[in-house]
């Protein structure tokens, strides 16, 4: 199966309710695949990776029963709805961001049955600490230390067309996320290699001439021979270059190197990502208050994903149900406004 075949039908590839023997073959043909498939010839491939992927596996599998509750996502519903009140400013921005959304109107289109879809709504998440006014008991306080957070940059590019087929899609994005940042380290140590490689001609050119009396045209006019301290240092850079190129290992070596990096990653997913649910009191300016506190609040809940690898990112989410009828229609090119700039 080529590279490309691994990303038609992802809801197929993931099951969160159990893991057969089809679904951990494949999920260690896919990392092959995707990283360096030349890492099929090594002795054992297969069999010495299945543990680990199955490890990665049982990660997302919990990751992906823990995500939060799907919630209805309308802008008929915002000033009912303290979530949405906390995560949009007004009604108007829920049909703005899901227009923005290529993949739900594709999806709405390719299916023009279903009469509402699945998506992961992801946010900026913002948490500063502000001078404000807060109730204690008949007292209103001035100058407290309070939390406001705000959400920002919504986006809803993940879609599916029930619950159970987009948190599938979820598992498989996470693999792939971590089988990227294998990628990303293996292609960091191949960079090295490179660089040690081409050290290493310079370093012996330049010594094959000190040792014939000195570099280039020197020796042609007659310059004296190159200090025995000059040969030592070059006989001292080119050793310890080529300690570092045995380190990294050459040819089989340097697969096993790639594959004990996919290992590394497979076996370790936590290092690279982490799902937090929050659950906060905010009033209906998404300041953070205590149940104690007589203000006018509700609890809203949502979950923060971190990724910590090559690329750090740190966001809001939360599962949403969307109406087709909450989609708005696609803008369309005025060609009467366009012609005056011709």
């Known amino acids: ?3 490309l ?19 951990l073959r494949a999920a260690v043909d896919k990392a092959i695949t995707l990283t360096n498939p030349r890492l099929a010839v090594l002795p054992s491939c297969h069999r010495r990776l299945t543990p680990t992927v199955e490890t990665t596996i049982e990660f997302i599998r919990t990751l992906v029963k823990d995500l939060p509750d799907v919630h209805p996502l309308s802008s008929s519903t915002w000033s009912a709805d303290p979530a949405l009140r906390a995560f949009f400013v007004a009604p108007t921005d829920i049909p703005m961001m899901l227009g923005r959304s290529d993949n739900l109107r594709t999806l ?32 209103v306080q001035r100058d407290v230390v309070q939390t406001s957070v705000s959400f920002s940059d919504h986006r809803a590019h993940l879609c599916g067309r029930t619950e159970s087929r987009l948190r599938r899609v979820v598992g498989v994005q996470v ?19 490179q660089e040690l490689e ?47 190129l045995q380190a ?11 594959f004990e990096c996919l290992q590394a990653v497979l076996e370790n997913p936590g290092r690279y990502l982490s799902v937090e649910k929050r659950r906060l009191r905010l009033t209906t300016m ?33 599962l949403g149900r969307v109406a087709r009828s ?8 005025n060609f009467d406004d366009a012609a005056r700039y011709l």
Not at 5 to 23: I, L, Y
Not at 293 to 317: C, H, N, P, W, Y
Not at 326 to 333: G, R, V
């Open 326 to 333: 909450e989609l708005p229609s696609p803008a369309k090119i």
């Open 108 to 139: 709405f289109d390719k299916f023009p049955m279903i009469d509402e879809a699945y998506l992961i709504l992801g946010m900026a998440f913002n948490e500063q600490r502000i001078f404000g006014m807060a109730l204690q008991g008949d007292m």
């Open 286 to 318: 998404n300041v953070v208050t205590e149940k104690t506190s007589g203000e006018v609040a509700a609890e809203v809940d949502f979950a923060i994903v971190e990724l910590t690898g090559t690329q750090k990112v740190r966001r809001a989410f939360v």
């Open 198 to 244: 081409g050290n290493r001609s310079l370093i012996r050119a330049r010594l094959r001439l000190l040792q014939q009396q000195g570099p280039g045209l020197s020796s042609m006019f007659g310059s004296p021979p190159a200090a025995r301290s000059e040969q030592a240092r070059l006989e001292a850079e080119l050793l310890e270059n080529e300690r570092q």
């Open 5 to 23: 075949d691994w990303f038609k039908n992802r809801p197929a590839q993931f099951d969160p309710d159990g893991v057969s023997e089809k679904m």
């Open 248 to 258: 990294i290992g050459g040819g089989e070596t340097a697969l096993e190197a790639e």
């Open 175 to 193: 693999f792939e996320y971590l089988l990227a940042q294998a990628l990303d380290e293996i292609g960091e140590n191949r960079v090295e290699r």
């Open 1 to 3: 199966m080529g590279i």
